[in-house]
């Protein structure tokens, strides 16, 4: 009923796809030479069990604004074109996995396919940090890996449900804060999710 927790499903299959924004840590970024924050994409595979626990899988990018890049003369494959002047482009990213605790979907409006649904979560988890610098679609230009650490992070948000047929679709908006000297120091999230029962 409104007002109460909707009945929980067995498993659901979450697809997320975002946008945000992140703080990069601030020593790395300066030891990497670039900005210490960006916009980023994300995108999320996750599972829900009982809609009280789910494990996740998500990767973030973001490209700050590069104070090292560079320029190099390429040339077209086969070979036989004029060599012209590339510029380098850089890109920060994280991949992790997290296991959540949630709340039950909390009915807010009712539909003819089900309730119009609101849940919180608080995820922990590891994340992997990398980066480069290079020309993209070129095979023996210059390529920099940039020195990042991953680290621990934990994650708190709230998605809003609204059910179709055979799936339900919504908004997630989540905060996320790394521990230590992780590359990333935190990020704000906000995408569209699928979940499919």
């Not at 390429?74 to 959540?100: K, M, N, R, T």
């Amino acid at each position: 009923m409104r007002g109460g927790f909707v009945r929980p499903h067995p498993a659901r299959v979450l697809f997320g796809l975002g946008v945000g924004e992140a703080s990069f840590n601030k020593d790395a970024a300066a030891k990497n030479k670039f900005d210490d924050s960006s916009l980023t994409i994300n995108t999320t595979l996750g599972l829900l069990i009982w809609d009280v626990f789910s494990i996740s899988g998500a990767i973030s990018a973001g490209f700050p604004e590069d104070h090292a890049s560079f320029t190099q003369q390429v040339v077209e494959q086969p070979g036989d074109g004029d060599p012209f002047s590339a510029d380098s482009s850089l890109s920060v990213y994280s991949y992790s996995i997290a296991a959540a605790l949630r709340t039950p979907f909390w009915a807010l409006s009712s539909t003819e396919y089900g309730w119009v649904s609101a849940a919180a979560f608080a995820e922990y988890g590891t994340a992997g940090v990398g980066g480069s610098r290079s020309i993209s679609n070129c095979s023996d230009c210059r390529s920099d890996t940039l020195e990042l650490s991953g680290g621990d992070f934990w994650r708190v948000g709230a998605d809003l449900m609204v059910p179709r047929l055979k799936a339900s679709y919504g908004v997630t908006v989540s905060y996320q804060r790394y521990a230590g000297n992780a590359g990333f120091h935190d990020e704000v999230r906000v995408g569209f999710s699928c979940w499919l029962f």
